[in-house]
């Protein structure tokens, strides 16, 4: 084995799990929270009842009559989740963001047991400062940390040694792969490749017609040992999103013009405290009857992390276009710099 070991933290039920930190009377029993009319995250009480991410809420409540509901709390949420990579960015020498709640984390540790002792101690700092419960993979390559947050989960931490990662890279399922699609999942299962070392019976020429030249040298990699292991920090932040549901549960529905404005001041606050001002902004509109999104877009002149201005800026936008009703938005704060070349800018 070479190079440092890689860490994979991930939050677990991230929106259920902040919406009940002031709940904890709920955290045995099953609750989901909703945006618009579908379920967002569902804790493990709910998920043991067959309560899955994506599904309608009344749905939701058929399969689990007792289930309890909670509008997401946008705001918390991505609060939480700044504070969480900060966190994460004070814990590691690299941090490479996957999603709002996880990442991959070089620690600096020469070995597993150290890099397996660096991640109980980011568990223990989550826990005592956010409020939630992260789970932590780790293993030599971004693959094999994947893979062990995920045994992880709920709540732990699961190290995989050298004896298993061989083992893995013969037996492990494609579609325990991520990054794989379901098309292509059809198409190498009709070659006869459903495990990692299945790929070894199959000619390079074909493998790459089936999937495609990049898919067919990353599963080779990933057969071979020699897959992705350098953890790519993310060194400027260049965009901020924030968005929210027209109709939520037990709560008043709202107008585009209502959440586009939560959104911003929800942006504003999240840009002025990471020391950030944006040059632009991009709405983008998910009708309630699905298909394409609508995006409305526009850049100024100089960088600002005024309310008002973006404020009147998204309200510009909003009544230059024709909206449809709406399942909800999203707004993006685009072309972020840092307040001192702002200034350096202006001056």
Not at 223 to 244: K, M
Request: hydrophobic share 45%.
């Amino acid at each position: 084995m070479t190079g440092r070991p890689v860490l994979h933290a991930d939050a677990d039920s991230f929106f259920a799990s902040v919406a009940l930190r002031t709940r904890p009377d709920l955290a045995a029993v099953p609750v989901a929270v909703v945006a618009h009319v579908y379920i967002a995250s569902a804790n493990y009480p709910a998920r043991a009842r067959g309560v899955r991410s994506g599904s309608l809420a009344q749905d939701a409540l058929r399969q689990c009559p007792e289930l309890i509901l909670i509008d997401v709390p946008r705001a918390e949420v991505e609060e939480v989740g700044d504070a969480l990579f900060d966190i994460f960015h004070d814990s590691a020498r690299a941090v490479e963001p996957g999603s709002i709640e996880e990442a991959f984390l070089d620690v600096g540790a020469d070995d597993l047991a150290g890099a397996a002792e660096a991640g109980q101690t980011l568990r223990r700092r989550v826990a005592r400062e956010l409020g939630i419960p992260i789970s932590v993979g780790v293993g030599r390559t971004k693959l094999m940390a994947k893979l062990a947050s995920r045994r992880a989960k709920p709540d732990g931490l699961y190290l995989i040694d050298s004896d298993e990662e061989a083992a893995l890279r013969t037996t492990l399922p494609i579609d325990d792969v991520w990054g794989i699609g379901a098309t292509t999942l059809q198409r190498l299962g009709r070659i006869g490749v459903f495990r990692l070392g299945d790929v070894d019976g199959i000619p390079r020429n074909e493998l790459q017609h089936v999937c495609g030249t990049a898919m067919a040298r990353r599963l080779w990699r990933m057969r071979d040992g020699t897959d992705d292991a350098v953890v790519r920090p993310v060194e400027q932040r260049s965009s901020l999103t924030a968005e929210g549901s027209t109709a939520g549960y037990a709560r008043p529905d709202k107008t585009p013009a209502e959440l586009a404005a939560a959104c911003v001041e929800r942006l504003c606050h999240r840009a002025e405290r990471a020391g950030l001002a944006g040059t632009g902004i991009t709405l983008t509109l998910r009708p309630e009857t699905g298909g394409k999104a609508i995006v409305l877009k526009r850049t100024l002149v100089a960088a600002t992390t005024g309310r008002d201005t973006w404020l009147e800026v998204a309200g510009d936008l909003l009544a230059g276009a024709v909206v449809p009703r709406l399942a909800g938005l999203r707004v993006t704060l685009t072309g972020l710099l840092p307040l001192d070349r702002v200034l350096h800018t202006l001056f």
